[in-house]
């Protein structure tokens, strides 16, 4: 628990003060910070449709875009929702 108890900051320390095992902890830390299923598969929607609308603009150079295209594919991938490698 002391482990746990260093790793957050304030807002973390009252989210786990009720957290009788360290079992217990985690278990609320991976809620709050992952979030369910249901928040999950809005935000995967969200970025998809984002990725989809990319457009490189007029007086964007292509490594601007490349970057936006990875920062877009990282946060699905971080979500469980890799892009496919073809």
Do not use: C, H
Not at 66 to 71: K, N, R
């Amino acid at each position: 628990m002391y482990a746990l108890y260093r790793a957050v900051d304030d807002v973390g320390l009252e989210k786990l003060a009720n957290a009788t095992t360290s079992k217990k902890a985690w278990e609320i830390l991976e809620k709050t910070y992952k979030g369910d299923e249901r928040v999950k598969q809005v935000r995967l929607q969200a970025l998809k449709g984002e990725f989809e609308r990319l457009l490189m603009k007029e007086n964007e150079g292509v490594t601007e875009f490349i970057s936006q295209v990875e920062t877009i594919a990282n946060q699905l991938d971080k979500n469980g929702e890799p892009l496919p490698a073809n």
